[in-house]
């Protein structure tokens, strides 16, 4: 028994120590043990010659729900709201061309308007005629144009800080560009990534300082491939003022209070665009409450899902 014990010691030792001296092994871990602990697995499928990587997950015959991250992140933002909505919704959580693990090419758009006809075709590839909708930040612009384009397509609507609007109080993000310096969203240097977290997060999720080091390398291998994708998206820029009074779906604005990329003001300008607003606000959250307050986020979408009476038809 003793043996065994020991046995049992010395490998987990040496598990912890081949996940420390193997960052990649160790993000690689952690991602599927979230995915998994949510009823989420990793699935692909090509769509206008593009390879499009996802986590798919809940009752088949549920309605479906597609969650779009924001600019620089990917499907991995998803699983923890996700693991609250999979016991009675068929999940979908893409990573969009361009970023996580689907295809990059160089010679393509990454303009929202573009990355949502992608994702209205990607939906139709897989046989959904109808779902509801949620984006993050850019994927919450994203998510609006899906929304206003293709109503007969989208149940609800849930846009978590999105962008897409200006704002009546600029946020810290605009007011940086706007005075020429970097663009806190894009590291330039290891020693940058730690600012850029404390800059999306009021209280960020612990992590090991090897991870978060070799998330930093990571993110500075996609520099100018970000910074590319982020000059798409200001040149061609789509205002939400004009498309948001086309979402004839409910309609959730959602926003963490202390958001510094995007500011919370800009539900100001939306709601009275809406046919259908609910509004939810989180204290002492910032720009990604899906990750910082999993299950409240979660929460407040689900009663908005209950709230707005979307058909209880199957959506494939």
């Known amino acids: 028994m003793k043996k065994a014990l020991l046995f049992l010691v010395l490998l987990l030792a040496a598990t912890a120590g081949v996940l420390y001296t193997f960052p990649s092994t160790l993000l690689a871990t952690a991602q599927f043990v979230e995915s998994r602990r949510a009823g989420l697995s990793e699935r692909s499928l090509s769509v206008d010659n593009l390879d499009i990587r996802y986590y798919e997950g809940g009752p088949d015959k549920a309605q479906t729900v597609l969650l779009i991250h924001g600019f620089g992140a990917d499907k991995s933002n998803w699983p923890r709201f996700a693991r609250f909505l999979t016991d009675r919704y068929h999940v979908i959580a893409v990573d969009l061309p361009g970023f996580g693990d689907s295809s990059r090419p160089a010679n393509i758009s990454y303009d929202v308007g573009t990355q949502a006809e992608r994702l209205a075709d990607f939906m139709r590839e897989l046989g959904i005629g109808r779902f509801h909708v949620v984006g993050?930040?850019?994927?919450?612009?994203?998510?609006?144009?899906?929304?206003?384009?293709?109503?007969?397509?989208?149940?609800?609507?849930?846009?978590?800080?999105?962008?897409?609007?200006?704002?009546?109080?600029?946020?810290?993000?605009?007011?940086?560009?706007?005075?020429?310096?970097?663009?806190?969203?894009?590291?330039?240097?290891?020693?940058?990534?730690?600012?850029?977290?404390?800059?999306?997060?009021?209280?960020?999720?612990?992590?090991?300082?090897?991870?978060?080091?070799?998330?930093?390398?990571?993110?500075?291998?996609?520099?100018?491939?970000?910074?590319?994708?982020?000059?798409?998206?200001?040149?061609?820029?789509?205002?939400?003022?004009?498309?948001?009074?086309?979402?004839?779906?409910?309609?959730?604005?959602?926003?963490?209070?202390?958001?510094?990329?995007?500011?919370?003001?800009?539900?100001?300008?939306?709601?009275?665009?809406?046919?259908?607003?609910?509004?939810?606000?989180?204290?002492?959250?910032?720009?990604?409450?899906?990750?910082?307050?999993?299950?409240?986020?979660?929460?407040?979408?689900?009663?908005?899902?209950?709230?707005?009476?979307?058909?209880?038809?199957?959506?494939?």
């Open 136 to 316: 993050n930040s850019m994927g919450g612009h994203i998510a609006a144009l899906l929304a206003a384009r293709h109503p007969n397509e989208v149940l609800s609507a849930g846009l978590f800080d999105n962008a897409g609007v200006m704002a009546p109080r600029q946020s810290e993000l605009f007011l940086r560009l706007l005075k020429g310096e970097d663009n806190p969203l894009v590291p330039r240097s290891v020693e940058d990534f730690p600012a850029l977290l404390d800059f999306v997060f009021v209280q960020r999720p612990p992590m090991p300082s090897r991870l978060e080091h070799y998330l930093a390398e990571r993110s500075l291998e996609r520099q100018a491939f970000n910074d590319m994708v982020f000059q798409q998206l200001r040149e061609r820029y789509i205002p939400l003022e004009p498309e948001l009074p086309k979402i004839t779906a409910p309609t959730l604005l959602l926003w963490g209070d202390r958001d510094r990329v995007l500011d919370v003001s800009s539900i100001d300008v939306m709601k009275p665009l809406l046919k259908r607003p609910s509004v939810a606000i989180l204290r002492d959250c910032g720009h990604v409450p899906m990750i910082e307050r999993p299950e409240e986020t979660a929460r407040l979408y689900l009663d908005f899902l209950q709230q707005s009476q979307a058909p209880a038809t199957a959506a494939n």
